[in-house]
C-alpha cells in the first residue's frame, strides 16, 4: 500500500513536501493521537508568508486535502488541538471556490459545530477559529447556499449564547450571522432561532465589558447592522423595543462615547 502511494501519479506532480503531508495525515486518521501536527504543517504552506501559497493550495485540492482534514476533525470530535489546526486548515483551502464547496458538501461545517459542542471547556480561540472557518466557506455563493439552514443558524446563535463572556467568539459568529442576513429567507432563519434576543445579549456583553478592544467595537458595528436588516417587520421591532433593545443601546452609546461608527 505504501510503495503503491509513493508511486502514484500524485506523487510525482504536486509538492513533494505536502504530499507526504497529506499521505501521513490520511495513514493516522485512525490511530492516536490524531495528526494534528500534519495538519498544522501543510496548514502553514496554504497561505502568506509562504510564497507558494496559491499553487499549494491547488496542489492540496488535487490529492484531496479537505476530505482527509474532515474526517480527522470527525474522528475527533471536542479535541480543542485538532479542532483549531483543522479549522485553519479548511480555511485556508476555502479560498477556492471548489475547494469551499467541497468542503460544504463533505459535512465540514457540521463537523466543526459538532467539535465545538462536544467540549464545552474548549479554548476561546480555536472555537473562535472554528466558527471563523464556516464564515470563510460561506464567502463562496455555491458553498453558502448547501449550508446556511435554519440548522446553521440555531447552531451558531446557541454557540454565541455558551460565549458571551468571549468578544472573539461573539464577533466571530455575528460575521456568520452577517452573511446570513443577506437573504430574505436568512433574515427569517434569524428571527426563529432566538437571533434578534442573542444579538442584544451580545451588545449588552460587549457593553458591560471593563476593558473594550477592537472586537468589541466591530462586534458592536455588525450586529447593529444585523438587528437593523432583521427589524424589517412590526413583530421584531416589538420584540427590541418591548425587550431590553432600547436600554442595551443606551449602554453601548456610553460604553463608546468616542467610536463614530
Not at 436588516?229 to 412590526?234: G, H, I
Request: glycine share 6%.
Amino acid at each position: 500500500m505504501l510503495a503503491s502511494f509513493f508511486s502514484s501519479t500524485l506523487f510525482f506532480h504536486l509538492s513533494r513536501s505536502l504530499s507526504i503531508l497529506l499521505f501521513l495525515s490520511s495513514f493516522l486518521l485512525s490511530f492516536s493521537p490524531p495528526p494534528s501536527y500534519s495538519i498544522s504543517c501543510v496548514s502553514k504552506l496554504l497561505h502568506p508568508p509562504n510564497t507558494h501559497w496559491r499553487s499549494n493550495v491547488r496542489t492540496a485540492i488535487s490529492c484531496d486535502c479537505a476530505s482527509t482534514v474532515i474526517s480527522v476533525l470527525e474522528l475527533h470530535p471536542g479535541d480543542e488541538d485538532v479542532l483549531s489546526r483543522c479549522s485553519s486548515c479548511l480555511a485556508s483551502l476555502s479560498c477556492d471556490a471548489a475547494a469551499a464547496l467541497q468542503i460544504a458538501e463533505e459535512g465540514g461545517v457540521a463537523a466543526v459545530l459538532a467539535s465545538i459542542d462536544a467540549n464545552p471547556d474548549l479554548d476561546p480561540e480555536s472555537v473562535a477559529g472554528g466558527v471563523g472557518m464556516i464564515e470563510a466557506v460561506m464567502s463562496n455563493p455555491a458553498a453558502f447556499s448547501k449550508v446556511a439552514d435554519q440548522d446553521l443558524v440555531d447552531k451558531v446563535v446557541s454557540v454565541m449564547g455558551k460565549h458571551l463572556e468571549s468578544p472573539a467568539i461573539s464577533l466571530s459568529c455575528v460575521r456568520v450571522l452577517e452573511k446570513v442576513a443577506k437573504t430574505a429567507e436568512g433574515l427569517a432563519m434569524i428571527q426563529a432561532s432566538g437571533g434578534v434576543k442573542m444579538l442584544l445579549s451580545s451588545l449588552s456583553a460587549a457593553a458591560a465589558r471593563q476593558i473594550h478592544g477592537e472586537e468589541d467595537a466591530d462586534l458592536v458595528v455588525r450586529a447593529t447592522k444585523v438587528l437593523g436588516r432583521v427589524a424589517r417587520t412590526s413583530a421584531v421591532i416589538r420584540e427590541i423595543k418591548g425587550g431590553t433593545g432600547v436600554d442595551v443601546y443606551l449602554k453601548v452609546l456610553e460604553a463608546f462615547p468616542e467610536d463614530e461608527r
